[in-house]
Structures are given as structure tokens and as C-alpha cells.
């Protein structure tokens, strides 16, 4: 098993910064690809980014391109997401996942990810 912890979620006006940590322990979470994925009210949940178990091959969704940073310290075992130019419409539940299996193609359809953390609420105001 692999146990995802997200932190940093909080308040913030539009155009702020946030940072999103996510504390992985269990398995060598170094031979998986990680993700991010958010869920606002009503919506399902969507892809963010995902990054490759070197941190060297990165997919961002097209509203993250450009704002949010993914990236992976593998001697922490832990997962960043640095969302800067924040908008009302990023508030979210932000979650941080895993894929099934390691050592896989960077993949972001939410049903390749097995292993999810309980999410961290993001707002931001107008």
C-alpha cells in the first residue's frame, strides 16, 4: 500500500500563491508515477498534473499549464504542486495520487491512479 497525506490547502485571494505538500509513505513511492487531481462542488474530479517517478517528465492539464509547478523530492518522499496566479475557479478539493503500478507510462486518466490521499481544500476568493 502506499499512504498519501496532502497539507497546505487554505484560503487565498485571486492572483496569490499557494503551495500543496503531499507526504507519501508505505511502498517506494519513488517507482510511481504521482499526480494531482482537484474536485470542485458538482464537478468531477479532474487531472492537474502528473509527474514521472525521476521528476524529469511532466503533464499539466491546460488550465495548470503556465501557473501550477509539479514537482517530487523522492529523498522526502514528497509531492509539490505550486499554484501561483491563483483564480476563483481553481477552488477546489486538491487530492494527490498514485498510479496503480510502478514504473508505468505517465498516464492521467484518474482511473490509472490506485492510491489516493484525502484531499486538501483550496479557496480562493475574488
Known amino acids: 500500500q502506499v499512504q498519501l497525506v496532502e497539507s497546505g490547502g487554505g484560503l487565498v485571494q485571486a492572483g496569490g500563491s499557494l503551495r500543496l505538500a503531499c507526504a507519501a509513505s508505505?511502498?517506494?513511492?519513488?517507482?510511481?508515477?504521482m499526480g494531482w487531481f482537484r474536485q470542485a462542488p458538482g464537478n468531477e474530479r479532474e487531472f492537474v498534473a502528473v509527474?514521472?517517478?525521476?521528476?524529469?517528465?511532466?503533464n499539466y492539464s491546460e488550465a495548470a499549464k503556465g501557473r501550477f509547478t509539479v514537482s517530487r523530492d523522492n529523498a522526502k518522499n514528497t509531492l509539490y504542486l505550486q499554484m501561483s496566479s491563483l483564480k476563483p475557479e481553481d477552488t477546489a478539493v486538491y487530492y494527490c495520487?498514485?498510479?496503480?503500478?510502478?514504473?508505468?507510462?505517465?498516464?492521467?486518466?484518474?482511473?490509472?491512479?490506485?492510491?489516493w490521499g484525502q484531499g486538501t481544500q483550496v479557496t480562493v476568493s475574488a
Open positions: 495520487a498514485a498510479q496503480h503500478t510502478p514504473y508505468g507510462r505517465l498516464l492521467t486518466a484518474r482511473t490509472n491512479f490506485g492510491f
Open positions: 508505505g511502498r517506494t513511492v519513488r517507482n510511481y508515477n
Open positions: 509527474v514521472s517517478t525521476g521528476g524529469d517528465i511532466i
